[in-house]
């Protein structure tokens, strides 16, 4: 029995606050801590290096779910198996909605094609229209404005590249963004 909230992938919640920081730890089923981030007052979401330990954890579970298809303890291949599929579909959450599907640098080829591979996966690729709609009922804006570019969004290939220059990954971000809204734009003229 759970004892606090979950996320939408069912991970246990717990917080730690410390003055001007909290520590968030994100567990799965057996205890499993998931991931584990620190945010301050400023910040809201977790941070690129915090996403890289996810990933990390997430190429442990991987690994883990692959040799334990050998082992006789059936309650522990099945709580890996959960742990990973809610690990996977953190990681991506976290891309789509925390990160913004900006260009992400991930210098471990293992790792990157881990990401890759779970970006690409079809599972979760709905956005979340309740929350949507319940933000747009509170700012009474464009909702199918910012419906459009989300399903635009959506319909994206990851771009997950390796030692980019930072001024050179700035203009690629800004690039993205502007063929969103674009793209987004386009779908909402009428046609001639």
Not at 55 to 66: N, S
Not at 70 to 97: L, M, P, S, Y
Request: proline residues 5%.
């Amino acid at each position: 029995m759970c004892k606090g909230p979950l996320t939408r992938e069912s991970l246990l919640v717990e917080t730690e606050g410390h003055s001007s920081k909290t520590l968030v730890k994100e567990i799965g089923k057996g205890g499993r801590l998931i991931w584990e981030y620190t945010l301050e007052r400023e910040e809201y979401h977790p941070t690129r290096g915090d996403a890289m330990r996810l990933l990390a954890t997430l190429a442990e579970l991987e690994d883990r779910a692959r040799s334990e298809g050998k082992v006789a303890d059936i309650r522990e291949g099945r709580e890996t198996a959960w742990n990973r599929k809610a690990a996977a579909r953190r990681f991506r959450r976290w891309f789509d909605q925390e990160w913004e599907k900006r260009p992400l640098q991930i210098d471990d080829p293992h790792r990157r094609e881990l990401a890759d591979q779970v970006l690409k996966d079809s599972d979760n690729r709905e956005p979340d229209y309740g929350q949507m709609h319940r933000d747009m009922i509170e700012e009474r804006k464009y909702l199918d404005k910012i419906r459009d570019y989300e399903e635009s969004k959506l319909q994206e290939a990851p771009l997950l590249l390796n030692e980019l220059p930072s001024q050179t990954h700035a203009i690629l971000e800004e690039v993205q963004e502007a063929y969103r809204v674009g793209t987004a734009s386009c779908v909402n003229r009428p046609s001639p």
